[in-house]
Nanobody
Framework: QVRLVESGGDSVQAGGSLKLSCVLS?????????LAWFRQTPGMGRVAVAG??????????ADSVRGRFTISRTGDANTLTLHLQMNSLQPEDTGMYYC????????????????????WGQGTQVTVSS
């Protein structure tokens, strides 16, 4: 069973920056993961923000965040942490941000579907005021 724990959410002014982190544990040796960040606002479903595959170099972004957000990961054989650097934040970026993981790769036509992920964190709140 994979556990995901997010951190880094906060309240900021428009134009500000935040960096979210998500620790995945335990990391299984030799296993690659599809990882993504989703945003959810009250009454709405989870919307994909960014994703990557630990076995490759491709990064996926929603059009609304491309050029402002950067997804990355750090870690070693035993640890894996997913990051989301968010710059030039806007009020529409407000929401609960969830980290999601799956075994195996991500694909351009499916990475943004929340049903493709097996594991979810509890979320971290980002609030951007104008």
């Amino acid at each position: 069973q994979v556990r995901l724990v997010e951190s880094g959410g906060d309240s900021v002014q428009a134009g500000g920056s935040l960096k979210l982190s998500c620790v995945l544990s335990p990391r299984s040796y030799g296993i690659n993961y599809g990882l993504a960040w989703f945003r959810q606002t009250p009454g709405m479903g989870r919307v994909a923000v960014a994703g990557l595959y630990t076995g490759g170099t491709t990064e996926y972004y929603a059009d609304s965040v491309r050029g402002r957000f950067t997804i990355s990961r750090t870690g070693d054989a035993n640890t894996l942490t997913l990051h989301l650097q968010m710059n030039s934040l806007q009020p529409e970026d407000t929401g609960m941000y969830y980290c999601a993981a799956r075994y195996g790769g991500l694909f351009a036509n499916a990475w943004s579907n929340p049903e493709g992920y097996n594991f979810w964190g509890q979320g971290t709140q980002v609030t951007v005021s104008s």
